[in-house]
C-alpha cells in the first residue's frame, strides 16, 4: 500500500475523531461535561486533531507528488 494512501485514511480518521469532540464540546455547553471531559478540554482536542489531520493532508499531497514523479519513500 502506498504511504500517500495510509496517510490519507488516518487523516480522514482523526479529522472525524476531531469534528466529533467539537461536537462534544458544543453540547457541554449546556451539562458542563460530555464523554466525562469539561467543554474547554474538548475543544482543544479538538483544534489539534484537527490541526493533525490537516498536517497529515499536507503529507498526502507531498507523498503523491514523490509518487508521480517516481521517487517512492
Known amino acids: 500500500m502506498k504511504l500517500s494512501k495510509i496517510f490519507h485514511v ?25 464523554f466525562g471531559l469539561s467543554e474547554t478540554h474538548l475543544f482543544n482536542d479538538a483544534t489539534v486533531l484537527i490541526l493533525i489531520a490537516i498536517w497529515l493532508q499536507l503529507g498526502t499531497m507531498h507523498h503523491m507528488k514523490l509518487e508521480e514523479k517516481g521517487k517512492i519513500i
Request: proline share 0%; glycine share 16%; no cysteine.
Open 10 to 34: 488516518i487523516s480522514a480518521l482523526v479529522g472525524l475523531v476531531g469534528v466529533i469532540m467539537f461536537f462534544g464540546a458544543w453540547s457541554a455547553s449546556t451539562n458542563g461535561s460530555a
